[in-house]
């Protein structure tokens, strides 16, 4: 598994929990990678992104509540998620994709639950 999500857990709504991405240190150095989530019976959707020149971009619905960020020490990615709310529940899954010469590189880590109660 070249992609390893951990940190998910039940949480209480306005707590904080702080996922981690961890893989290979050439994997998050090539490729932009994100963090998605799909709740129950929802589609997978982008919850943040760090691109390979360091730009972040989050959705709309976790602006000013998450950071996406990069531990160069522990060749890991980061989101720390404050102010949860019920609607953050779902699997949160880190991905690494990228496109060069036409090839596309894209993987899935295997997911770490997330549980917001109210």
């Known amino acids: 598994v070249q992609l390893q999500a951990s940190g998910g857990g039940l949480v209480r709504a306005g707590g904080s929990l702080r996922l981690s991405c961890a893989a290979p240190?050439?994997?998050?150095?090539?490729?932009?990678m994100s963090w998605y989530r799909q709740a129950p019976g929802k589609p997978r959707e982008l919850v943040a992104q760090?691109?390979?020149?360091?730009?972040?971009n989050y959705a709309d619905p976790v602006k000013d509540r998450v950071t996406i960020s990069l531990d160069n020490a522990k060749n890991t990615v980061d989101l720390q998620m404050n102010s949860l709310k019920p609607e953050d529940t779902g699997v949160y899954y880190c991905?690494?994709?990228?496109?060069?010469?036409?090839?596309?590189?894209?993987?899935w880590g295997q997911g770490t639950l997330v549980t917001v109660s109210s």
């Open positions: 991905n690494a994709r990228s496109l060069s010469g036409g090839a596309l590189y894209n993987r």
């Open positions: 240190a050439i994997i998050i150095r090539n490729n932009n």
């Open positions: 760090i691109t390979i020149g360091g730009n972040t």
